[in-house]
């Protein structure tokens, strides 16, 4: 368990750290869907192996089971750069810090009400539901950023949030 939930750890913060620069150059609507897309798909995956882990060798099944967290880990941590380029975009700097207070509040409040989700799911139907639970929960998500994440203000017809401030862009 030690060296799947460590696959896990290394990849989010490997992805963290590489996805930060792709973030930056990327339409970060499609980026952080994209992440959250594979996330859903890998837990649905580990969904599935689990259900069909009596039939797979126990060796295969630590592997792809270690694969698909690292695979988790790593989409996962596309979402934190685009949403920290979200503020940037759609906030003013004087403003940002308290932006950036609501999403750290949602993002650990999120985390707190997914281990409940995933707990209740787990206890009532077992360890494989869990992961589909998630899987579900994550399309979901998908879902929502796709209608309501935009790129940036002009991708809506709007000017930039430094021409609405006097800001000048930092280059």
Do not use: C
């Amino acid at each position: 368990l030690g060296l799947i939930g460590s696959t896990l750890l290394f990849a989010y913060a490997i992805g963290k750290f590489v996805n930060g620069f792709l973030a930056d150059h990327s339409n970060i609507k499609r980026f952080m869907a994209t992440g959250l897309l594979v996330s859903a798909v890998a837990n649905l995956i580990m969904g599935i192996l689990g259900f069909a882990s009596v039939a797979i060798p126990t060796m295969a099944f630590f592997i792809l089971f270690a694969i698909m967290w690292g695979i988790n880990g790593w989409s996962q941590s596309m979402g934190s750069p685009s949403a920290i380029i979200a503020l940037s975009r759609w906030y003013p700097l004087d403003k940002r810090g308290t932006y950036y207070g609501f999403f750290s509040l949602s993002h650990n409040l999120g985390e707190f009400l997914s281990f409940l989700f995933v707990g209740l799911v787990v206890s009532t139907f077992g360890w494989q539901w869990g992961f589909l639970g998630s899987s579900i929960a994550g399309a979901l998500g998908v879902v929502v950023i796709i209608f309501l994440l935009h790129d940036n203000p002009q991708s809506k017809g709007l000017p930039s949030v430094q021409t609405l401030t006097g800001e000048t862009p930092v280059k």
